[in-house]
């Protein structure tokens, strides 16, 4: 099997997923448009010799329907036998669409793949793509669907997760986020998003909340509550008739950001390394998805963290940094007692708490965070992963060269 | 034309009045069949200006015969009858013609059904006409179009919690959301409906209306997504896995806004031959429909019933929880059936002391959770403390104290287990009672008593039609297993299962 080479890794700043945010004025073929020119130019390549483009993205309508992946390709003014598709894996499409980039390496059946995603919450709202999922009688009925708000709060309180629990761990991820800006410890990969004046729109993440405290979010009402009193806490209760009430302790503050971003992964075998001479960053191990019980729907990470440490027959103690995308508060720490980790070793710079979560763009932003922090603190193996929709878990282990 | 079940006269405009001759009709085959040979015949007349529908006193109380559903038996049959009277009625609807309905009096669901092919209907102002929309939980869904045209003339949301809540509205309602066109004195109808027909000599229904068709509402329009997501949610947790039909419709109006009336139409009938066939359908449609009650059973017997099943009931509660299961699993497991509360808020409200006689007092669990929960004033909802811990009557949650009381098994059984249990022993006690007090009673009787008084969830039909439909043999081996080790509640008097082998349900 050919070695999936990683080249490099870059990302967008994060922008405030509403109205008022920064990027809300660039739409989301711009910001993935961005990041292809960016690794074009960062690695001086002719974009003949790329063979596909794979790009994660949640709601694929509107602005961002009709291959926004292929879209994004002419619009980089790539060549055009360059060819893109959209890959939907709810919050791991990012980090699906590298996995598939990925593969095409590894498999001989391409030299040289981008992996990534693109999200703009502010302008293609979540919810927007609908689903049969959530709207229609017969699937929502026998999946027993829930919001996933509903499901983390569900999570917590099976697992015993307290309002103090989730919300120690909210603090922590925006001390470690404002710590890691404050180290610049994201600059290698973060491209600033420029209109076609080269005026800068936006330079860093701007979700982030350092100053929060318990205090201040102890002031935050719970979000899933009213949801939850008009027969969601009661579908969830129909599926887990061990608990007597859904307590629920997620909100704004302890869950992830809303927010808009891009980012890419450039993958390829040797052969194209040495015609470029770049430099393998990493190789991707191993990767696998898995799917899980849908209502309760986020413990997939632990799950598909196993398979893929099972396909590169490694145990979890052989990972030195985790990402495990923060979702939901409960759901990092759910995996981390799963796993038996140390909270040291994950989500060391912070997460979506505090710096957002793009959902098409996540999986691969992460991955770049941790090759950066891999390098910085000159490690060698990291896991990513993320929690997925409808009961689905995605991980990616990579291994640097 | 004058058919058994319609005829048809025409006037000096070349309108022709339909009318449907009993206003309490029982759609069958003959019906079916009438229907397509008055509108064969309407479609093949050229002159024809336009249609008034009416009944004899305008009243709609239609509803299907049943016996007659149910002797097609095979769905093939049944779809395809159904489908037979939808496009004949589809075609009267398409004609280009004006329809007008006239209504006066009570409209049931079946009646609603063939005057939403109308293009304008017109009730009288006089009588105390009423849109009736009842008891579709435990009956049937539309099947001559109502879950597809009601939503399309009126919306969706509009339509199913008219459908879901058991709405009754009269005609002032009615216009106002647009169900009907006009009111007007019973002595001008015609009139009315005359000059409706002169002035509009071309009618198209608005989902068919290509200049409209864009306007229609569909599930995924803005309002609508978020009320099919919330809805769903609140019936699954309403009905949990019971009562088909709420679940069916919510199917039928969701999958059929998706597309066009034709495509609709099927949609709808598939949902409800699939319905038909339902084990829990056919249960309460036999129980609820099929048997009309006379009441032979006393009222003073049917008090005792309701306090022996209830008694019972609660005491099972208690008698799982000595036996390792928690209680937040029996209070789920008592909700998911369907009962009014979970067994132990039944105990709380009936008052634990009441329960006592039901359990074994030998027992060392039972006597020590009860000289604990007496020691601590827990007598139930009037002391504010029991099983659970209320604020002002208002239940606040489980006791926390009870595992410490009762320990719960370290490996709990799965919920249906506990489902099982309480059914089985709740049936065992209306039996109990029935060869106790009334052995020579009509077991359906005793079914419609159970699900109507003394509090059997309805979606079982009662006793005797749930053993027989959920197979006797089983009801016979799962008692043998539970009298082994749980008692004699479960050792079945052989009477009964002579009745339930010999009964016709």
């Known amino acids: ?280 960053r990493a190789k991707i191990r191993s990767f696998a998805s898995i799917g899980s019980e849908p209502t309760i729907m986020l413990t997939g990470p632990a799950d598909s963290a196993e398979k893929a440490l099972k396909k590169a027959n490694m145990k979890a103690s052989d990972i030195d940094l985790f990402e495990m995308n923060e979702a939901f508060a409960a759901v990092v720490l759910r995996f981390m007692d799963v796993l038996n980790i140390d909270h040291s070793k994950v989500n060391v710079n912070g997460g979506a708490i505090a710096l957002g979560h793009p959902l098409g763009a996540t999986g691969a932003i992460i991955l770049g965070t941790i090759l950066d922090e891999l390098e910085r603190r000159d490690l060698s193996t990291g896991l990513i992963t993320l929690c997925v929709g409808a009961g689905m878990g995605t991980a990616t282990i990579i291994e640097r060269i | 034309m004058n058919l058994n079940n319609i005829k048809i006269n025409i006037d000096d405009d070349n309108i022709i009045n339909l009318i449907i001759k009993p206003s309490t009709l029982k759609i069958n085959n003959e019906v079916i069949n009438d229907f397509q040979k008055t509108i064969d015949y309407i479609a093949s007349e050229k002159s024809v200006t336009g249609v008034i529908i009416s009944t004899e006193n305008y009243n709609y109380n239609f509803n299907y015969d049943l016996n007659y559903l149910y002797s097609l038996s095979e769905p093939a049959l049944i779809f395809e009858n159904i489908t037979k009277l939808t496009k004949s009625l589809r075609k009267l609807e398409t004609l280009g013609k004006p329809i007008v309905s006239l209504i006066s009096g009570p409209v049931s669901l079946g009646g609603l059904e063939i005057i939403l092919h109308s293009h304008y209907k017109i009730a009288d102002a006089e009588s105390d006409t009423q849109f009736i929309f009842k008891n579709l939980k435990y009956e049937l869904i539309p099947s001559i179009g109502a879950s597809q045209r009601l939503p399309r003339k009126i919306g969706i949301e509009q339509s199913l919690e008219l459908f879901l809540n058991d709405k009754i509205i009269n005609t002032e309602e009615a216009l106002k959301i647009k169900l009907i066109d006009k009111i007007s004195p019973k002595d001008k109808l015609i009139e009315h409906a005359k000059e409706y027909i002169l002035n509009n000599l071309i009618a198209v229904q608005p989902w068919d209306d290509k200049k409209h068709i864009n306007k229609q509402p569909t599930p995924f329009s803005n309002d609508n997504l978020g009320y099919f997501i919330s809805k769903i949610a609140m019936l699954h947790s309403n009905t949990s896995d019971h009562y088909p039909s709420v679940k069916t419709l919510i199917s039928s109006v969701y999958e059929g806004l998706n597309t066009d009336m034709n495509s609709g139409l099927k949609i709808e009938a598939r949902h409800f031959t699939w319905l038909l066939g339902n084990i829990e359908t056919k249960s309460m449609i036999g129980t609820l429909i099929l048997y009309n009650s006379k009441h ?173 439909q959920n197979n006797i043999n089983n009801y016979i081996k799962n008692n043998e297993i539970y009298s082994r080790t749980l008692g004699s509640r479960f050792i079945i008097n052989k009477k009964i299962i002579e009745v339930i082998q010999n009964k016709v349900f």
Request: overall charge negative.
């Open chain 1, 1 to 280: 099997m050919t070695d999936a080479l990683i080249f490099d890794a870059v990302r967008t700043p994060r922008g405030k997923g509403k109205r008022s945010g920064s990027l809300n004025e660039v739409p989301p073929v711009q910001l993935a448009s961005k990041v292809l020119k960016a690794l074009e130019e960062r690695n001086n390549i002719n974009t003949k010799d790329i063979d596909d483009v794979v790009l994660g993205c949640v709601h694929p309508i509107g602005e961002q329907g009709a291959d926004i992946a292929r879209t994004a390709v002419l619009e980089a003014n790539w060549h055009q036998t360059v060819s893109g598709v959209q890959v939907d894996r709810f919050c791991a499409s990012g980090l699906e669409a590298v996995n598939i980039a990925a593969a095409q390496i590894m498999s001989g059946q391409a030299d040289m793949s981008v992996g990534g995603g693109v999200e703009s919450m502010s302008r293609v709202p979540l919810g927007s793509s609908g689903g049969a999922w959530m709207a229609d009688p017969t699937v929502a009925y026998n999946a027993y669907f829930v919001p996933q708000g509903i499901s983390a709060d569900l999570l917590a309180t099976k697992y015993n997760y307290s309002r103090t629990d989730v919300d120690k761990y909210a603090v922590s991820s925006q001390k470690r986020a404002s710590e890691a800006w404050k180290e610049k410890r994201f600059k290698n990969s973060i491209i600033s998003v420029k209109d076609q004046n080269d005026l800068p729109i936006l330079e860093i993440d701007e979700y982030m909340r350092p100053d929060t405290t318990m205090q201040s979010l102890g002031a935050l009402d719970p979000s899933f509550e009213k949801m939850g009193a008009h027969g969601f806490d009661d579908v969830a209760i129909l599926k887990y008739p061990e608990l007597e009430t859904i307590k629920h302790v997620h909100h704004a503050g302890n869950s992830s950001g809303i927010v808009d971003g891009a980012a890419g992964v450039l993958i390829g075998n040797k052969k194209m390394g040495d015609k470029y001479e770049l430099k393998a």
């Open chain 2, 296 to 468: 032979k059973i006393k009222e003073s017997e049917i008090t005792i019933f309701r306090k022996s099943f209830i008694e019972n009931y609660a005491a099972e509660g208690v008698r799982l929880l000595i036996n390792g299961v928690t209680a937040t699993m029996i209070e789920n497991a008592g909700k998911r059936l369907g009962f009014e509360l979970g067994p132990l808020a039944m105990a709380d409200k009936i008052e634990i002391q009441s329960i006592l006689p039901q359990l074994d007092s030998t027992d060392a669990s039972v006597a020590a959770l009860i000289r604990s929960m007496q020691k601590d004033k827990r007598n139930g909802l009037s002391s504010n403390k029991g099983f659970y811990d209320y604020e002002e009557g208002f239940r606040k949650h489980i006791w926390k104290g009870l595992p410490e009381l009762i320990p719960p098994a370290e490996q709990q059984q799965d919920i249906g287990e506990v489902e099982n249990r309480l059914i089985y022993s709740a049936v065992n006690d209306i039996f109990y009672n029935y060869i106790k007090y009334s052995e020579l009673q009509d077991p359906l009787e005793y079914d419609y008593i159970a699900i109507n008084n003394i509090g059997l969830p309805k979606w079982t039909g009662g006793p005797f039609t749930w053993v027989k």
